[in-house]
């Protein structure tokens, strides 16, 4: 089937990468010439495990990429929707993307197609879109639109789109229906995973070899991809909550978190205490969300308490790095972690980020390190107060504290002898929760994290042990 995706970000790159491994001839479409030129010539704009791999395999053959979106749309049989949706200040969905493209597609409709919101909209988006087309003409019976939401977790993207827990297709016409079910089939009926020339992208754990499609109507679609962030976002900032009263009473919320989520109703992904959520899905599809249940007369102030919790949970992970210095201005701090999760280069959003700021406000020094997001951090962070290095070690050394705000799993295999031997004291504030307590009380630190009891180093480090191997880096 020949597939144009509209929209070459996040959501679009993924999903026109992984619908040319399925089999299809792709068309990656993009207003951005400087953007379509370098993917033309080869170059990845995000970090995405197993992207790289897809669009070198696909480029110039299943998959190309251009401007050109009209006569793209003339030579496809499915267009799916991929721009961006902002929040406004208002807390909706900005739609503008959405419906300028809505307008340039009709343009180039000359037979039957489905227009498909690939794109996290607010519930009755397509029946706006179909308003749109019309009045710019395109005839009613040569068109369908369709939601068919993404529920990918960056980092793990193409993993969660070629073996995906479900995939919800909202129609509500059975010729709109099937030919999603069309595109899809390959995943559904399991002959992709029996491919011999498939990119070898590892299936997750107990896969059961076929994926789940589940038909809805256009509304239902829409309605399930804001439900799903905000129960996600929900359950984060609940187990924020409870780690919260666990600091207040003594308990280990690692061990609260064990014992809820053995229960097989609730689970224990998500059941993750930290500095909060962020990222480009969950801070604005909460407010998009909330926002359409009040225009359509409901009051959802279970979302705006979820909201609450993540912004005071970063307030209250400040004021634990201030309770660990004692004083902020001029303490040089070592950050690890830029990113809204380990896995990505993305910073929208990015809890890191805001945190960084705050303590530059109050007049540290910020010795900054991630695995991938480096470069975006710049463009977004004051020129002043603050470096990056090119290595976890290198933003250590000589900084008065470590602070870990992001879960890249190469800070949970840190060498804690040379980490404790170049930090100027031995303190260490992980938002994450990535070391045992008493492990770290074992290598000589003071050490704070999120929902458990602070602890005090076991042995005492001498003076001299510390500059000779911060010297050598190695402990002696």
């Known amino acids: 089937m020949r597939i144009s995706v509209v929209g070459s970000g996040y959501v679009g790159l993924v999903a026109a990468a992984c619908f040319a491994e399925l089999g299809h001839d792709v068309v990656s479409i993009d207003n951005d010439a400087e953007k379509i030129g370098r993917l033309q010539q080869g170059e990845v704009p995000i970090h995405e495990q197993h992207l790289p791999e897809l669009l070198a395999r696909h480029r110039n053959k299943k998959l190309t990429f251009s401007t050109d979106l009209a006569g793209a749309v003339r030579q496809s049989t499915a267009i799916f929707i991929a721009v961006g949706t902002p929040a406004t200040n208002e807390g909706d969905a900005d739609l503008s993307y959405v419906e300028s493209v809505s307008r340039a597609i009709a343009l180039g409709i000359n037979d039957y197609k489905i227009v498909v919101e690939k794109s996290t909209v607010p519930v009755f988006t397509s029946n706006w879109i179909r308003k749109v087309m019309l009045l710019d003409g395109a005839p009613a019976d040569l068109f369908d639109?369709?939601?068919?939401?993404?529920f990918l977790r960056e980092g793990t993207a193409v993993v969660d789109f070629l073996y995906p827990d479900r995939i919800v297709t909202g129609a509500d016409t059975a010729r709109c229906a099937d030919v999603l079910r069309q595109i899809y089939l390959p995943l559904t009926?399991?002959?992709?995973?029996?491919?011999?020339?498939?990119?070898?992208?590892p299936a997750p754990k107990n896969w059961p070899g076929a994926a789940r499609i589940i038909a809805t109507t256009t509304k239902s679609a829409e309605i399930i991809k804001h439900a799903s962030n905000a129960f996600l976002a929900t359950k984060i900032s609940f187990i924020n909550a409870v780690a919260n009263i666990c600091e207040s009473v003594g308990a280990d919320v690692k061990e609260v978190c064990e014992g809820i989520g053995s229960d097989s109703r609730i689970g224990n992904r998500f059941l993750s205490p930290g500095v909060g959520y962020g990222g480009s899905c969950f801070p604005k599809d909460l407010k998009a969300f909330r926002h359409v249940a009040r225009e359509?007369?409901?009051?959802?102030?279970?979302?705006?308490?979820?909201?609450?919790?993540?912004?005071?949970q970063r307030a209250r992970f400040l004021r634990k790095v201030r309770t660990a210095l004692w004083t902020l201005k001029g303490k040089k701090i070592a950050v690890l972690g830029l990113a809204f999760k380990g896995g990505t280069d993305d910073i929208r959003e990015s809890p890191a980020i805001e945190i960084v700021k705050s303590l530059l406000k109050e007049g540290c020094e910020i010795r900054a390190y991630d695995p991938a997001a480096n470069d975006r951090a710049r463009e977004v962070l004051p020129s002043q107060g603050i470096s990056c290095y090119e290595s976890a070690y290198d933003a250590i050394k000589g900084a008065d504290a470590l602070v870990i705000l992001t879960d890249w799993s190469e800070f949970a295999e840190l060498d804690l002898d040379r980490v404790r031997a170049t930090l100027t004291y031995p303190i260490v504030v992980d938002g994450r929760n990535l070391y045992d307590p008493a492990v770290?009380?074992?290598?000589?630190f003071l050490y704070?994290?999120?929902?458990?009891?602070?602890?005090q180093p076991a042995r005492r480090i001498e003076k001299s042990e510390k500059i000779t191997a911060a010297v050598t880096g190695k402990v002696e």
């Open 145 to 150: 639109v369709a939601s068919n939401p993404e």
């Open 189 to 201: 009926d399991g002959s992709y995973y029996r491919r011999g020339d498939r990119v070898a992208v």
């Open 296 to 312: 359509n007369g409901y009051d959802f102030t279970l979302l705006s308490s979820v909201i609450s919790i993540n912004e005071e």
């Open 440 to 444: 770290m009380a074992t290598y000589g």
């Open 448 to 455: 704070y994290s999120v929902g458990r009891p602070d602890v």
